[in-house]
């Protein structure tokens, strides 16, 4: 799924009910700003979702992508997403992966949910709002 299809999903999705918020992509200072302040550099793919949308907010199943600002640093983790208002989503920063990303993990059990940013926003985000799979 590319990025300009999210938010046709949403849009569709609220036809039947779902409330969302997607809020405006960031400014390339706030990501710097962000990157500073994590002491990370965003693979593409992390970059790319955050300049399409400064993260976004669903009310029913409770799901949130942080925005830049509201992510914070665990250690070798990066907290982007919370899940269920309970489940911390976390980009694993201590190296990168075969993809030549961040895999993407359960920051408690330390469970990788996928291997790209990708794959998560056009897979597993969709699994939880849809079908209310665990992510």
Known sequence: ????????????????????????????????ESEARLGVKFPEQVGAFWRAFDGLEVDNPPFKILSTCEMKREGELVVFSVCDRIVSIAFDVSATNEAGQWSILNAKTGYVITYTMASFWSVHMWSWIIKHRPI
């Open 1 to 32: 799924m590319h990025l300009d299809q999210i938010v046709r999903r949403f849009d569709s999705l609220a036809h039947q009910g779902l409330v969302y918020r997607l809020s405006a992509r960031a400014a390339l200072g706030v990501m710097q």
